[in-house]
């Protein structure tokens, strides 16, 4: 594989497909990357969000356990981390934008009017039906990860906590500078195939993905050499189900939950433990203990978040020592967690 413009000519790596999520760490990935020690071999990456953190823990040669508690997150791991070899070819693609296929309705049902127009709406119940026809647990993941970004390119500011999705998408202003608004589903999938397909390697590693309340998860994890933590940033967006139902309503097709509120999110929704003010120092004790026997952990944090860095230094105190390294975002890439002028924290913790 060629070298990229990511790391210049000192790492020979492969790309990960451009994300757009609430505390992506894709414009820090070189910083995390260089903080890390050298001595591991192992990596959890322990809140995976859009998984660009593990994918090029990966392409570094570690092997990889990578979580998130939401399905449509651990899709992406699937397909993009676990995944060496499997990708899309033109029959995948055929079975999945078959529109004759017979298909349930739940996205017409609930969603249109709300983010869709009800053709966008039926083409995206079809399409969920198709998936089920792919013959090989990876393309399905690839094809769910696939939809799911052109999901977030399609709706404004890619995430499903607004109602204005389908008023911006008929705006000449705003589709002037997102043409995605007023696509067809369709044609910004087909656009996408290509850098996810391209993005598979084989790193002969056997790399693992789960899709657990992390806390439960640890204890099972046995051989892991760094832990990455990248929770929720209480004072930022914290709640990710209210952002990105949508995205696992999409993937799970719900049969047993209510949609609720405007946006229709479903309920209940799982318990994350990193999303009150009341809860967290409760989960981050709870979260150290259960990670005492990891050798080295790297947290990401910010100046925005609670508790304060003074009490997280604490807490890692009773099971690390630590060391402090310090980012200012010198622009705004969207989200209150990365506006000009916070800073972003990497806690480097080891015994
Ligand atoms: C800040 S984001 C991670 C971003 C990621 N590092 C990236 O670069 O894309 C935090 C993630 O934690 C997940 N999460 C929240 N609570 C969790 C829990 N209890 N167990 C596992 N994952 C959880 C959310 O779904 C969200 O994707």
Not at 188 to 211: E, M, P, R
Not at 222 to 250: I, M, N, R, S, W
């Amino acid at each position: 594989m060629s070298q990229t413009t990511l790391f210049g000519e000192k790492y020979k790596i492969h790309q990960f497909p451009r994300t757009q999520y609430l505390g992506s760490k894709e414009k820090l990935i070189k910083w995390i990357l260089e903080t890390a020690p050298n001595d591991i071999k192992t990596v959890f990456d322990a809140f995976s969000g859009t998984s660009v953190v593990g994918y090029y823990f990966k392409d570094r040669g570690c092997k990889i356990y990578s979580n998130d508690f939401l399905k449509c997150n651990s899709l992406i791991s699937k397909a993009l981390i676990e995944n060496q070899n499997i990708t899309l070819n033109k029959d995948d693609i055929d079975i999945l934008l078959d529109e004759t296929t017979k298909a349930d309705n739940l996205i017409e049902k609930i969603f249109t009017g709300v983010f869709f127009e009800k053709d966008q709406a039926q083409f995206l119940d079809i399409f969920r039906a198709n998936v089920e026809k792919l013959d090989n647990e990876y393309k399905k993941a690839l094809a769910l990860a696939l939809m799911n970004r052109s999901l977030t390119r399609k709706i404004t500011l890619g995430h499903f906590a607004h109602l204005k999705a389908i008023e911006y998408s008929r705006n000449p202003d705003r589709i002037k500078r997102n043409a995605s608004l007023a696509k067809h589903l369709k044609d910004i999938f087909q656009s996408l195939v290509h850098s996810y397909n391209h993005a598979i390697f084989d790193n002969k590693k056997q790399n693992w993905v789960f899709c657990e309340d992390t806390i439960s998860l640890l204890p099972k994890l046995k051989d892991v050499d760094l832990a990455y933590f990248d929770p929720p940033y209480v004072g930022c967006h914290p709640d990710y189900q209210a952002f990105y139902h949508f995205l696992e309503t999409f993937v799970q097709y719900w049969k047993d939950k209510e949609f609720v509120n405007g946006t229709k999110s479903y309920f209940p929704k799982k318990e994350s433990g990193f999303v009150q003010k009341t809860e967290i120092i409760n989960s981050f004790t709870k979260l150290f203990e259960a990670s005492n026997h990891i050798p080295y952990w790297l947290i990401s944090y910010n100046n925005k978040s609670y508790p304060e860095k003074d009490t997280m230094i604490e807490l890692i105190k009773k099971h690390k020592k630590v060391k402090v390294y310090e980012q200012e975002y010198q622009n705004h890439y969207g989200g209150k967690g990365s506006r000009k002028g916070t800073r972003e924290y990497l806690f480097y913790c080891y015994n």
